[in-house]
């Protein structure tokens, strides 16, 4: 099981650019979450989802989107591209909803995105 | 939104020492998890507790989820130099995840 993988590992965007950030997970989870991470700080919910076809806004969602029509994929995209979307960009997987003892998050490597 | 406080934001300390990083709310959540994440790499799973007044024990490392499952702690009893990281907690809350500032470790040999 390669479990989350993420693409690309690094990307440098102009201002106002779009991109599609990739995720894909092999463990047949149903909930999948993006979260961005800016320095030395603790993750942010941009979108999750809970089975394919659903998806839903997280704490921060303005100016991405997201898309689940499997449940291995969950493509988050960036339109107009802005300074502020600099960060560190995670996608994670879980089989179980959140607040049960078994509700453990797959995190991928993440990417780096820099906009200037 | 939920906010999970964490103190301290950052923590050096000798190796052999022990520590305690709190994780506090105003709110209540249906589970607690407390993350290890490495430079470069995604957070990593340490523990869930669920029950109120819940303490888990992995090793060196002891989790405890207060009564009104507002708020938690992790004590690392004779920290190594493996245990340097930034620890995050993370409450969850409906169907989302919420997490914390993070505390970042560093143990000096």
């Known amino acids: 099981n390669a479990g989350v993988t993420q693409t690309p590992k690094f990307r440098i965007l102009k201002i106002g650019q779009s991109m599609t950030l990739q995720c894909t997970q092999d463990m047949n989870h149903n909930y999948m979450y993006w979260y961005r991470q800016d320095p030395g700080m603790g993750l942010k919910l941009i979108y999750y989802s809970v089975g394919a076809g659903i998806t839903d806004k997280g704490e921060v969602p303005n100016g991405y989107n997201v898309s689940r029509s499997t449940t291995e994929d969950f493509p988050l995209r960036l339109e107009l591209a802005a300074p502020s979307q600099t960060s560190v960009y995670f996608c994670?997987?879980?089989?179980?909803?959140?607040?049960?003892?078994?509700?453990?998050?797959?995190f991928g490597p993440g990417t780096r995105l820099t906009v200037l | 939104t939920q906010l999970l406080e964490q103190s301290p934001q950052f923590l050096s300390i000798q190796e052999g020492e022990n520590l305690t990083v709190y994780c506090n709310s105003s709110s209540v959540f249906s589970s607690l998890q407390w993350y290890r994440q490495e430079p470069g790499e995604g957070p990593v799973l340490l523990v869930t507790v669920v029950t109120g007044g819940e303490v888990k024990k992995l090793k060196r490392l002891t989790f405890q989820f207060g009564d009104a499952r507002k708020d938690s702690s992790l004590h690392i009893t004779a920290a190594q130099t493996g245990d340097t990281g930034l620890y995050l907690c993370a409450g969850a809350y409906g169907n989302q995840f919420y997490f914390g500032t993070g505390t970042s470790l560093t143990v000096i040999p």
């Open positions: 994670a997987s879980s089989n179980y909803r959140p607040g049960t003892v078994t509700d453990t998050q797959y």
